[in-house]
Structure formats: C-alpha cells, structure tokens
C-alpha cells in the first residue's frame, strides 16, 4: 500500500500528539505549530494539548507586503495559501518514525526578502524527493515577515524592544521546536543543516549572528542570498519612517499600541507611503536589525564566535536577474551580430578588454552570453564574503556557481532560483529545468552532495571530482552545468572588469 493514514502515522511532540500520512514511503508532516506569539512580540512556545490534532494540510502563510501578483510560472511554479499572522508552522518529511534513526535534519527558510514568499510558494520547495532520494529529514517553515517580524517600534516602549526581529525570532523558535521534538520524527538534534534562497540566505546569514541560534544547527548554506548593499541592515534606521507612518495612521506616539489591533494590510501601506514622502523609492527596508538579539551584519560587525566554526556553502546562478534584451535573439543571431550586440551595449573599448576574458572563462557559452553575465548582483558579493570568512578563520567555506542554459525562449541562461529544483531534486515539478539526458545526472550530483554536506559537513559525492574548501587566493568554484568541474579563480577578471560598466541595483532603501 503506498498510503497510510491511522495508528502507524501518529507521533508524540512535546505539546500532544500529531498525526501525519505517508505516501511512498514518506512520512507527510503539514502545517505544525512551533510557536505562538502577540503581534510584535517575540514567540513562545505553544500550549500543550491532549486530543490528537491532524497535521496533513499546510498552515496559514504570513500576509505578503504587497498583494500577491501572477509571476512567471514557466520559470518557477508558484502556490498560494490562506493568510495569517498566526504562521509560526513548519512542515517535515521522513522516513522513519525511529528515535534511534537519527538522520541528518535539513531546514528550508524561504525566499522573497523579508517581505513575502512562504514555505509551500514554490512547488520546488516541496521535501519529499529530497526525503525521499537522499535519506534525510526535510524541515520547510513559515515565519513572520515585514511589519509583522520587522518593525522597530522600540523608540515608544521597552515592550517593543525586540520587535524588529521577531520575524528571525521565529525561525530560532523553530530551531527550538527541532531540538526538542526531531527525533520523534528520525532526525538528529545535533546534526541541523539550515540553508535558504535569496532572502532565505539572508535569513540564514543573520540567524548565524544571533547567539540565541548557537548550536541549534551545524551547518548552512546559502542560495544567492548574500545580503550585500541591498539587505544588510547597516546604516538602517527606521526611526523617522515609523514616525511619518503613526501621523499617516493618524496615532499619536501614545498611542503605539493601537497598531497590535489595526489591520496588517493598513499598516503595510501606511509604511509604504512614509518612505515615499520621506523621498524614498522603490522599497523601504524591512530586516532584521542591530540590537540585544541581533550582532548586526557580519561583513561590517564580524562573525559570530559560533559562526566561525560552521562550515558553509555559498553559491549563485550564471545570471540571477540579468535578462537579454528584447531586440536579441540569442538562439537566431552568428558570431558577427553577437560580437555587434556586446559593442553596441558595453562599448567598442571595453568589448575587445572583456570578449577574451568571457571567451577564457566559459568556452562553452555562445558570445552573447555574456550580455547576461551576474557581474554585480551576487557572484561578486557572495565571493567576498566567502574571502571575509577565509581571513577570519572560519570554518570551511565551498563555493558554487550554477550555470546550464535552459530551454525558455529557446535557450535562456539560468536566473535567480534556477538552482532551486535540482537542490531539492525537483525538476520534475519544474518543466523548463529539463536539460534533457543531463537533467538527472546534474539533480543527482547536487542534491546528492548537499546531503552529504548536511551529513558530515564536506559535500564529496563518490565517484565525482573533489570539491575542495575556498582558500586565501584561491576560489575553488564548483561549476555545475551538464558537465561538472570545480574551477579556480576562474571568472575573477572578468567579473572585476564588467563590474566597471555594468551593475546591479535593487531600489531597497
């Protein structure tokens, strides 16, 4: 029988029972409560209870910033879900209901900044074929975001004094929940791999430097999803944004406490225009900041002592949100009208200085590629930080660059998230990461490695080339394409050179 749902799918959490499914010989956890927690406050743990509460559907997802909008599913299939901020819930996929299994235990915090996405959002973060292939315990889990997780409201009471990062509270919350109750579900307490995507690495980045976190996980990995100039919280100050939101709101200071009642949707808004009368554009900041819970960004404040001894691996994609322009066909244009393409958009002078260096570094690429090259959104960024943990002293550091070329438009090189499926061994969820005889054998060598890694911290796969830890001025960057090899220092020139003309820039301020 390949489904069961009674006695044998029935587990005893700290709180009171939960009763799962299992379908193929995976154990289905939906929607569990880790904490409960009053608006801005941080989370605590939850009431026990006794009867036995059903945990096969998925729990409420915290309200996005803005509305949600149809994105492009082609490139990454999208799921919606019911809205709260009562989301403190994960979700948790394995096979054994063993105590004495003690599988390594993988935890999954979403993408989308600090401002939207959840654990269910993409299709590609669904834990059963990681589960399933790789024999660990997968960990998916929801938290709150914008002004619900991120809102500094200190200056007005010491009973907000934490509010700006309950968001990230939550997540160690969920940590906690892990430690108390994963072995019931298989997992090894001791043994926690937490990694993230984009706004989830930054969430991973910035739990690693809250000492609330320490040893409540082992590892880490990181998805282009260095916070960089865009994310960190240095140099953030809410102060008078918050106050310009209270006179749009129509409160007075004294009268703070009526946002715990207002609805989330007014807040969010009324933030939103303070930091366009204030003179902002495009996105006000919302993240963790600076205070008793937080060390602040590492690249400015230093890694935390327990940081240092974790190993990590850090990784981007060829283009993360560099697009072709329109006017290029890239599956319709010969070498001439490439090479009249890249004069046109980086000059005759700098074309001849970076044609050869692109040519050097990926042979493989048509000429046109390099149009689309991450030269200033995160290949840079996350190779930086990569040097900061080497001259620390930190633990080992492995770097990834991901690179194929997929079938949209009849031939796109891979953007922002386009790691994700092969991660989670998920392609089948994900039409346009079909690389045709390729596509297994990649998915294969990157989930397979990642589990190792979340199993003894170095991510060897047998019969595969080495994958050695970064060095002081040597980059060993594992590029995963069709064909897979670790490369050094590979792309450094030309990364220095089209930074100088070309770069990136997310409107958050």
């Known amino acids: 029988m390949n489904f069961e749902h009674g006695r044998n799918t029935v587990v005893l959490t700290d709180k009171g029972p939960v009763r799962g499914f299992k379908y193929r010989g995976v154990y289905h956890f939906y929607g569990m409560d880790y904490a409960q927690a009053e608006r801005f406050m941080p989370p605590r743990e939850c009431n026990p209870w006794e009867e036995l509460k059903e945990a096969t559907n998925y729990g409420f997802i915290c309200p996005p910033f803005q509305p949600y909008k149809i994105g492009n599913n082609l490139k990454n299939p999208h799921r919606f879900w019911p809205e709260s901020e009562n989301c403190q819930n994960l979700n948790v996929w394995t096979q054994h209901l063993d105590r004495s299994s003690k599988k390594p ?66 997540l160690i ?41 320490d040893g409540l996980y082992k590892q880490a990995m990181v998805m282009s999803g260095i916070p960089g100039k865009h994310l960190t919280d240095y140099g953030r100050d809410q102060t008078a944004k918050i106050a310009k939101m209270l006179e749009i709101l129509h409160l007075s200071k004294e009268q703070v406490a009526e946002l715990e009642k207002m609805d989330h949707r007014m807040i969010a808004d009324a933030f939103l225009k303070a930091h366009q009368a204030l003179g902002g554009k495009g996105m006000p900041f919302l993240g963790p900041m600076k205070n008793e819970d937080y060390l602040g960004d590492p690249v400015f404040n230093g890694f935390s002592e327990y940081a240092k001894k974790v190993p990590m691996i850090l990784g981007s994609v ?7 322009p329109k006017q290029y066909l890239r599956y319709a244009m010969n070498e001439e009208e490439m090479q009249a393409a890249i004069e046109m958009e980086l000059g005759k002078e700098t074309s001849e200085k970076v044609i050869p260096l692109f040519q050097k570094a990926f042979p493989e690429k048509k000429l046109i590629d390099l149009l689309t090259y991450d030269c200033g959104a995160t290949r840079g960024s996350t190779l930086e930080f990569v040097h900061r943990r080497i001259e620390d002293g930190c633990a080992p550091t492995y770097n990834y660059f991901f690179t194929p070329v997929f079938g949209i438009n009849e031939g796109q090189t891979c953007l922002h998230s386009a790691d994700i499926p092969f991660i989670f061994h998920n392609t089948e969820k994900v039409p346009s990461s079909d690389l045709g005889e390729a596509t297994a054998r990649l998915e294969a060598n990157m989930s397979g ?32 394409d069709c064909c897979c090899e670790v490369k050094d220092n590979f792309d450094a020139e030309l990364d220095r050179e089209m930074s100088k003309v070309k770069s990136y820039f997310v409107d958050i301020q």
């Open 318 to 324: 060829y283009s993360e949100f560099y697009t072709l």
């Open 173 to 213: 919350a969920a940590l906690k929940w892990i430690r108390r109750n994963i072995l019931c579900f298989g997992g090894d307490p001791e043994n926690v791999t937490i990694f993230g995507h984009s706004g989830g690495g930054c969430k991973v980045i910035s739990l690693m430097n809250m000492p609330e976190a």
């Open 449 to 480: 490695r990642f589990a190792n890694f979340a199993r003894t911290g170095e991510p060897q796969l047998k019969n595969e080339e080495y994958w050695p830890a970064c060095e002081q001025g040597k980059d060993h960057t594992m590029v995963f």
């Open 105 to 170: 235990v993988i935890v999954w915090f979403h993408g989308g900044g600090f401002f939207n996405g959840s654990a269910l959002e993409q299709e590609a973060y669904d834990g059963f074929n990681l589960c399933k292939h790789e024999d660990v315990v997968m960990v998916t889990v929801n938290h709150r975001l914008n002004v619900l997780g991120y809102l500094d409201l200190s200056q007005y009471s010491k009973k907000y004094a934490r509010s700006v990062n309950v968001g990230n509270l939550d």
